[in-house]
């Protein structure tokens, strides 16, 4: 059974930082990619940056420049370093990972279950 869990969420002032994790255990031969989406209340779930096995990524352009993703491979985590942040900011953020959980099994996509990030003014 595979699983993600995401950790680093919280409240913090518009201009602040935060850095969100994401570790994938379990049942795990291979990742391919991994993600953070977001979800705004009336909104819909948005990507907000994606990597690639490797280092290619991929970013929403409301926040390049500010965000940066990253992953370590030996950990089976990616991050989401998030700076200068805005109101808009705010949302429920989601990891996804497109995970081969065993050798006779394609890829499948994981979610994990959400952190609370809420940026004042």
């Known amino acids: 059974q595979v699983q993600l869990v995401e950790s680093g969420g919280g409240s913090v002032q518009a201009g602040g930082s935060l850095r969100l994790s994401c570790a994938a255990s379990?049942?795990?031969?291979?990742?391919?990619?991994m993600g953070w989406y977001r979800e705004a209340p009336g909104k819909q779930r948005e990507l907000v940056a994606a990597?690639?096995?490797?280092?290619?990524?991929n970013y929403a352009n409301s926040v390049k420049g500010r965000f940066t993703i990253s992953r370590d491979n030996s950990k089976n985590t990616v991050y989401l370093e998030m700076n200068s942040l805005k109101p808009e900011d705010t949302a429920v953020y989601y990891c996804?990972?497109?995970?081969?959980?065993?050798?006779?099994?394609?890829?499948?996509?994981?979610w994990g279950q959400g952190t609370q990030v809420t940026v004042s003014s």
């Open positions: 996804n990972a497109i995970i081969r959980p065993n050798r006779e099994d394609p890829n499948y996509l994981y």
């Open positions: 379990g049942s795990i031969i291979s990742i391919n990619a």
């Open positions: 990597i690639i096995s490797g280092s290619s990524t």
